[in-house]
DNA sequence: TAGAACTCGGATAAAGACTGTCCGAGATCA
DNA sequence: TGATCTCGGACAGTCTTTATCCGAGTTCTA
């Protein structure tokens, strides 16, 4: 791993861009698309993201089929689907900043009575994901689907739709 | 570790909160203030919090100086640092979500030449966290020292700084 | 000026999470 | 009814995070 990986901690896990690139896809295909389909499509390790999958399904994203002619797809259209559910779904939804109330700790604590309030820091933190929150909101899987279209000058999501039905 | 916690996966490191609580204690006083002291105060690893107080240090927000009347002090007003800063400083001042350019593989890979731009993906994640880094940017150590204060209803602060002195 | 005590700093182990993989259960079609 | 294909949860490997210790340097005191 290089140096300049290491500053990076932080981190979203490597299956949230695996997660969108797939829901993206899915949204250009009417029929249930396998897992190991995406897997080829997108170059990553099939039962790896197989995984990933199983949790969109559990958070309600995508609808698995089993069988001969099964494979996953979205539950809904792909503008009512937005970034952070797809995010949430495979990263968690819980507070990335979590108060462990050291006030309450020490020579200095303060008593459990007078802390109904969350801490000022914990306020400024949740203050900012709820911003970053916000931005993923308003972002749903139609708009990626349209920017990364329009990028490649409206051939790639015919591309894949082609892909995807000649290789059923 | 409980049920709760293991939803929660885009996680900062845990040092985070005991940076910040140190940045607004030592904001309280004009001398330096030993590792120990501080651990003591907010009831921490007294070896662990030195490490971040170290992250800190190579940052530049606070200066360590050795010997009998060491410790740590912030190397400016508390209202010239931001809680961004801090946060950068312990948990890395890299992306949260790195895209691997998995559009540049499999069979519908897009030639390199083609991708200047980042990825749409990658484009939207970015402006949710430059809308996340926006919001601590905006608060300062003296702002979230002026918060904890007014929450104990003008207590808090000069507590800490009794307790400093009467430690020393 | 020499000694002693106190401080920081990096190097060193243990735990937990993410990454990656496998085989069994269930469903569909012939 | 059988065979084939799919998903689903259970099983190891690697890496990051957590936690700790002891040595190097500095300051005060005698």
Redesign the pocket.
């Known amino acids: 791993?290089s140096e300049l990986?290491?500053l990076?901690?932080?981190?979203?896990?490597?299956?949230v861009e695996w997660a969108l690139h797939s829901c993206v896809t899915l949204s250009q295909s009417r029929e249930?698309?396998?897992?190991?389909?995406?897997a080829e499509l997108h170059g990553?390790?099939?039962?790896?993201?197989?995984?990933?999958?199983?949790a969109l399904?559990?958070a309600g994203i995508v609808?698995?089929?089993?069988?001969?002619?099964?494979?996953?797809e979205l539950t809904r259209p792909a503008a009512q689907i937005s970034a952070l559910e797809v995010v949430r779904a495979i990263?968690?939804d819980g507070p990335a900043y979590r108060c462990t109330e050291i006030r309450q700790r020490g020579p200095l604590a303060v008593p459990a009575e007078r802390c109904e309030r969350p801490c000022a820091i914990a306020r400024a933190m949740a203050a900012a994901e709820d911003a970053w929150a916000d931005a993923l909101r308003r972002v749903t899987i139609a708009d990626l689907a349209a920017r990364i279209d329009a990028d490649s000058e409206g051939t790639a999501m015919a591309a894949v739709s082609r892909w995807l039905a000649a290789t059923r």
Chains 1, 2 share one sequence.
């Open positions: 791993m990986d290491r990076v901690i932080m981190k979203l896990s490597n299956g249930p698309v396998p897992a190991a389909r995406l990553t390790p099939p039962a790896y993201l197989a995984k990933h999958l199983q399904s559990r609808r698995s089929r089993a069988g001969q002619v099964g494979g996953y990263d968690g």
